[in-house]
């Protein structure tokens, strides 16, 4: 399969409505000290691996939680020997420099690896500047309304010894009203070229393949997951801008750029603005937009983008 050569730049939108994207510890949806709604990469990138592992289950996926024979989390060591079979085994004065090298061979078979990187504090330590980064997603749209609701368990606590021991218990479950979030991702591809190089014959940089199931599951990804907390959460757009071969053009965070009004209309007209600049257009190979055009409304489109379903 060959190599992806290009450097691409984008943002990907996640529509949450009556639902939780990203909850935080106390399971309320993140909020920074403004009160504006966000979430993690984690959680995209998550959506992402999990995508892999369920619609591609001949790729390999290495930091996504796996569970052993008596159902306990496996460490990072059993991961790998799950994966990979028990570590190898060298002899002689640079016994670590090829362990290391026959680690780092295996680690670059996995695909999320190969888009997302990795910190391996294992057997050996290695760290691997993943091609793909994504920050945070922040929601855009113009309201952040947050709710809870209490909710009735089938079961009663046992360790409840007042009148109401007799009854069923409740909870409460917390939801954001509306959002719209924007994360924004970058494509390098030469974050991966020095460590295939040092793996040697054999290693995998990242192909075209690769991209392409990349941006399956950034289109399709979340809404695929739909757990009972997420169920709301799901794509609503992605656009990928790709640049041409060589190109060295920098492009900042697309996160401001992107607006989506109290009518839910997302508006690109910043975006689009960017990308006509003389620049910025000179070097731009293509530029696709994905969106359900049933159900999303996307005003002021980049000049030549390629509008596609998602």
């Known amino acids: 399969m060959p190599n992806y050569n290009h450097r691409a730049y984008g943002c990907a939108v996640i529509k949450s409505v009556n639902s939780n994207y990203n909850a935080d510890f106390t399971h309320q949806p993140r909020t920074l000290p403004d009160g504006t709604v966000y979430a993690t990469d984690k959680v995209l990138k998550y959506s992402i691996k999990n995508y892999f592992i369920r619609n591609y289950a001949d790729d390999k996926v290495f930091y996504f939680k796996t569970f052993n024979e008596a159902m306990s989390p496996r460490t990072l060591d059993e991961t790998y020997n799950n994966l990979f079979g028990p570590y190898p085994q060298e002899k002689g004065k640079n016994k670590d ?29 290695i760290s691997i500047h993943g091609p793909v980064q994504i920050t945070h997603g922040m929601n855009r749209y ?20 007042s009148v109401d021991s007799t009854m069923s218990t409740l909870g409460t479950q917390v939801r954001l009203r509306e959002g719209h979030y924007v994360h924004h991702f970058s494509v ?36 695929f997951y739909d757990s009972a907390s997420k169920a709301g959460t799901e794509n609503e757009l992605l656009l990928w801008v790709e640049l041409k071969e060589g ?37 731009v190979e293509r530029i696709d937009l994905y969106y359900h055009t049933a159900g ?3 005003r002021n489109a980049p000049a030549g983008a390629q509008m596609l379903p998602l």
């Open 188 to 223: 390098n591809p030469q974050n991966l070229a020095e460590h295939v190089q040092r793996a040697g014959e054999g290693a995998t940089g990242l192909t075209t393949a690769d991209v392409e199931k990349l941006k399956e599951a950034l289109r399709s990804g979340v809404t």
């Open 247 to 283: 190109s060295k053009l920098v492009l900042p965070s697309l996160v401001e750029l992107v607006s989506v009004g109290l009518d839910r209309v997302i508006d690109l007209t910043k975006v689009r603005d960017l990308l006509a600049e003389p620049r910025v257009a000179e070097q």
């Open 97 to 125: 420099s090829v362990v290391r090298l026959a680690i780092l061979g295996n680690l670059l078979k996995c695909l999320d690896i190969r888009l997302f990187g990795a910190t391996f504090a294992g057997e050996t330590n």
């Open 142 to 161: 113009a309201e952040g309304a947050i709710f809870s609701e209490q909710i009735m368990s089938p079961f009663r606590n046992p360790g409840d010894k």
């Open 296 to 298: 999303t409304e996307v």
